[in-house]
């Protein structure tokens, strides 16, 4: 049973970036990106075709996340200079994006065995079988940190507030086209790093893994603004720190799920209904404390 | 300063529409002028502030500030020489973000938004001394949601927030509509301690007649997209309330 939940931590961990970009472009930016399910996907090939040919870990990962913000900056360039709703310039990438990760792979999965892996890359003396959970920890919260630095810097700053009052913004200085572009190609940059753990962690990747992927992401996100509605927690920063919280949750519910015998051909199912639940509770709880 | 020149500008232009919101317009404006704009509803008034601002470009014509043309400048570009004051004082500031937030994204109107914390001890000390002449006691909520202010504390906060960082010209369309009383006199009181002690000039619109008698040195009256009173400071001395009505009637 504890197995369950340790791999669902880990997944949570290797997620977790992903989860901060879906925060950065639903909440940072108010703009509904659909390029996830791609650019997850993009990071996850990129690595697997890099490792199996031999390049170091250090070369990889900068260069999955590049791609993931490529992506990003390609939705983000659809979205503001052609004026293109933000949700279809996202459907779009994310499409184009299956032929591109497909023309990478070559074929339609890549196992990574006997390959470099960020998870052997260090063996903590103390940590025995948990020594891939706190490399993930370690690694995603340097991740955190930096993140809740940029958020909190002048650049950060202007970010929030074009998504938060575009007139304001236009007002102030701020290239509302270009610090979304930026933040569009931040957010897919985290994506793909959440690709680069999870080819690893799992051992392959599989043009298929990214369908739906956006789901967990918004989950997560939207747990943890159920959380920071009933705590009254308003500092960025602990609402990212919550975005992964949210994360865990998520994943701890799909362990459940799993362990209680659910057939795993559900698995997809419950997810939607997971998260059909999270946002319908506020609507709900109003409408019965109404009667 | 500010130099416009034959700016008119027509909306659906060709069409059965086809609006034309201002016409020909000239007119300079000195440094250091607090110049009041009235005009009944869809006389130019606010296209001309907005082409000044660049939310919309004029049809023809062109707009000089200290001599440099901006007309087809982008509105983020213009912030190095303008600010703003929205009616709707929501428009002004960002409400999820504190009003520290708020004053650092103002303290950086014409400057590099960078990868720097700038909100530390220092900054909040000069915002705290900025807000507390407003006598308001803000300076006690500068961690709060600027969202969780009343409209005219947020008014009041947003017309400092636009001398904050270096401003040539201050816009303030219908500045007060939106306001009490009372908050209507701190904001116009603000706009002229702004003008006369800091020699900022200001462009303001007013359906106040009082307010458009009592602030400024320079009266304008827009009319069917064009300035049909230009009066200077002497002239509107001896303006009384009554003669500003029957312009109207």
């Known amino acids: ?26 909440k ?49 360039f659809i979205h503001t200079k052609l004026g293109i709703d933000a949700l279809l310039s996202g459907i779009l990438v994310m499409t184009a994006l299956y032929s591109v990760n497909l023309i990478i792979l070559g074929r339609s999965n890549i196992p990574l065995i006997g390959t470099a892996s960020i998870f052997d890359l260090l063996s903590l003396p103390f940590a025995g079988s948990l020594n891939a959970l706190l490399i993930a920890a370690l690694f995603v919260l340097v991740l955190l940190f930096l993140i809740i630095y940029l958020l909190r810097t002048d650049f950060g700053i202007a970010m929030r507030a074009t998504g938060n009052n575009p007139v304001m913004t236009k007002a102030m200085g701020v290239n509302n086209d270009r610090i979304k572009i930026i933040g569009l190609a931040m957010a897919n940059g985290l994506t793909a790093t959440s690709g680069f753990l999870v080819a690893q962690y799992q051992g392959f990747a599989d043009i298929n893994m990214g369908i739906g ?27 990212i720190m919550l975005v992964l919280f949210g994360c865990m949750i998520f994943q701890a519910v799909l362990a459940f799920t799993l362990s209680v015998g659910v057939d795993p051909n559900l698995l997809k199912m419950v997810t939607a209904l997971f998260v059909l639940t999270i946002v319908a509770i506020p609507k709900l709880s109003k409408t019965f404390s109404k009667q | 300063m500010i130099k416009i020149q034959h700016i008119s500008k027509v909306y659906n232009k060709g069409q059965e529409d086809e609006v034309r919101a201002l016409h020909q317009v000239d007119l300079a404006i000195d ?71 708020n004053f650092r994204l103002a303290a950086l109107r014409a400057g590099r ?31 709060q949601l600027m969202g969780s202010l009343s409209g005219g504390q947020r008014q009041a906060l947003t ?29 116009m009181q603000l706009a002229d301690k702004i003008n006369k002690e800091m020699g900022i000039t200001i ?30 400071k002497d002239a509107k001395k001896s303006l009384q309330l009554s003669d500003l009505q029957e312009w109207f009637s």
Not at chain 2, 35 to 57: A, D, E, H, P, R
Request: proline fraction near 4%.
């Open chain 1, 28 to 76: 940072v930016f108010n703009i509904p990106d659909i390029t996830t399910d791609g650019s997850y996907t993009l990071g996850a090939v990129v690595t697997a075709v890099l490792l199996s040919a031999n390049v170091p870990l250090w070369i990889v990962l900068p260069l999955s996340i590049l791609c993931g913000a490529l992506a990003g900056t390609i939705t983000g």
């Open chain 1, 213 to 239: 992927i956006v789901i967990t992401g918004l989950g997560s996100v939207l747990i943890a603004d159920a959380i920071r509605l009933w705590t009254g927690i308003r500092k960025i920063g602990r609402q």
């Open chain 2, 159 to 187: 017309l400092l927030m636009g001398v904050m960082d270096r401003t040539d010209i201050l816009l303030m369309d219908e500045p007060t509509a939106a306001l009490d009383p009372k908050s209507s006199q701190v904001v």
């Open chain 2, 203 to 232: 462009l303001l619109i007013t359906h106040s007649m009082k307010d458009a008698l009592t602030y400024g040195n320079r009266l304008l009256m827009f009319h069917g997209g064009e300035i049909i009173r230009d009066l200077s």
């Open chain 2, 31 to 101: 440094k250091g002028e607090f110049v009041v704009i009235v005009g009944t509803n869809g006389s130019g008034k606010s296209t001309m502030l907005n082409m000044l601002l660049g939310v919309s470009l004029p049809t023809e014509g062109s707009i000089l500030i200290n001599d440099t043309n901006i007309t087809s400048l982008p509105q983020h570009q213009r912030s190095q020489w303008i600010s703003m004051v929205f009616q709707n004082p929501a428009y002004g500031t960002a409400p999820d973000l504190t009003v520290l937030e």
């Open chain 2, 113 to 143: 938004k960078g990868l720097r914390i700038g909100i530390n001890e220092n900054f909040r000390k000069t915002v705290a001394d900025k807000v507390a002449t407003l006598g308001m006691g803000l300076e006690n909520k500068l961690d």
């Open chain 1, 1 to 26: 049973m504890g197995v369950f939940y340790l791999t669902a931590l880990q997944m949570a961990l290797c997620l977790g970036p992903m989860a901060m970009g879906i925060f950065i472009t639903m």
